[in-house]
């Protein structure tokens, strides 16, 4: 009897100490290091086809490198969501947004060049500011707002779907 509660007194402490040592190895467990930018639409290098943004430009990649070291995954189970400010004249706003995969290092960046608040068409005033959407579960992204792609700005609802690779939902002229 002795015995038996000896045996069973040391399973428990093993398979507890193995159970708090697997835990904590996953919560050290480190991103991968930023790898490159991968574009699935018609695309110049590291820009949508005339999009003034470039992803690899030294400032957009020293942002990803950072948020892949600082940052855990918030996006879709394994993905780091990131806003990068872009211009920031005294009455505009607009971020562009990456979606980072933490376990390989790659970058996709949402097919469009920055989003911002709803803006007046006519004088291009700031309506109201803008309010991008997601979840950690989820590989939906929302903007309220607008966005301007290619020169063109459009106020709305938009929402995209992300399947590892490329992004659906709302078109923008980048995805034709």
Known sequence: MKNTFHCILLIATCGATAVTCHAKSLAVTANHPFSHVEIAYSHNDCSYMYSPIDFCGERHVSEMKDAIERRTANFNGHYILLNIKEWRPSEYYGDS????????????????????????MINSKILKNPKLTFSAGGNKICVDGSILVYRSTTNG????????????????????
Do not use: L, R, W
């Not at 390989?104 to 920055?114: C, Q, T, V």
């Open 97 to 120: 947004v990456v979606v980072i995969d933490a376990e390989s290092g790659i970058a996709y960046p949402m097919p469009f060049d920055y989003y911002a608040g709803k803006v007046n």
């Open 157 to 176: 609802h938009f929402c995209f779907y992300f399947d590892g690779h490329k992004f659906s939902g709302f078109q923008t002229e980048y995805m034709n």
